[in-house]
């Protein structure tokens, strides 16, 4: 399976920072904001990653990741010209992609939870079809919102509804087969003038190969799209990671727990971190 992390946007929601700055290579508490989805896609154990971000921020990407060798996968990079929607970037990606099951996840999206891993790994079991992962909101007039039947069966998924049909709301994290592309090139632009995901998302539902895992209490979901929720969100891992002596979000920590790479790598990357928070972590890693 491929992963691709979309990482575009104008990001006017974080002005004056984004006006210099992606905000996906904004801080959230001691790491920049991308080391989030990209550790969820390692943890669902894929090694071979595209990054589509914009065409002033890609560079600014690649100096900071690479070609992922350090981490022992390989990353390649696109750019998305314009803000086109999500599903766009199954049209940029589709060389990328090479008729594989893909993951994609946005940029702003960071996830946890106990056995979050486990869930990811069941979430890439499948031959046809596509997955969701939903999460109970206060707020749901705000995303894709999935009504369901009294077995949790999909009914039906709307964007942004006034009167939502439920408070589950459709997280940044979505896994498809290998007819994704040939799907998102047959959507039209929305009244936004975007290739919406939730097209998408009701094509598989329309030929009912839609699947909804729902991320029950234990889990976290956090979008970190504005001032107020970047400050909550580097509260909340600052929290957990000072009260569980845990990491959260760490593509080095994903990697080595991994086996994709060793001691040295580890020893490297705690040694460039050797006055700060992090590198005290990272160091704990090693025997």
């Not at 979309?6 to 801080?27: D, E, I, N």
């Not at 709307?158 to 009167?163: D, F």
């Not at 956090?222 to 009260?243: P, R």
């Amino acid at each position: 399976m491929k992963g691709i992390i979309l990482a575009g946007g104008s990001g006017t929601r974080l002005y004056p920072s984004t006006l210099v700055a992606s905000k996906q290579l904004l801080p959230v508490y001691d790491k920049p904001m991308i080391y989030y989805p990209l550790t969820t896609l390692m943890f669902a154990g894929i090694k071979d990653i595209l990054i589509i971000s914009t065409p002033q921020d890609t560079a600014n990407f690649e100096k900071l990741l690479g070609d992922g060798t350090q981490l022992g996968i390989s990353i390649e990079y696109r750019i998305q010209d314009q803000p086109n929607g999500i599903a766009e970037a199954f049209i940029i990606g589709e060389d990328f992609i090479d008729g594989e099951n893909v993951a994609l996840i946005l940029g702003d999206n960071i996830f946890f939870g106990n056995n979050f891993s486990l869930s990811l790994n069941n979430a890439i079991e499948f031959n046809e079809g596509a997955q969701l992962f939903a999460y109970h909101v206060s707020d749901p007039e705000r995303f894709g919102v999935i009504e369901f039947d009294k077995e949790n069966t999909v009914l039906s998924i709307e964007e942004k509804p006034t009167n939502p049909k439920s408070n589950f709301a459709v997280t940044g994290l979505y896994f498809y087969d290998s007819k994704v592309c040939d799907y998102a090139k047959a959507l039209k632009p929305s009244e936004r003038n975007e290739l919406e995901i939730t097209d998408l998302n009701k094509i598989y539902l329309d030929k009912r190969q839609l699947k909804v895992n729902l991320l029950g209490r234990g889990y976290a979901w956090l979008d970190s799209g504005t001032h107020d929720s970047l400050l909550e969100t580097s509260s909340f891992v600052k929290t957990i990671q000072k009260s569980q002596d845990v990491l959260v979000g760490s593509p080095e920590e994903a990697a080595f727990l991994n086996g994709w790479i060793g001691k040295k790598e580890i020893e490297d990357v705690v040694l460039k971190n050797n006055k700060n928070h992090y590198g005290e972590m990272l160091k704990k890693l090693l025997p």
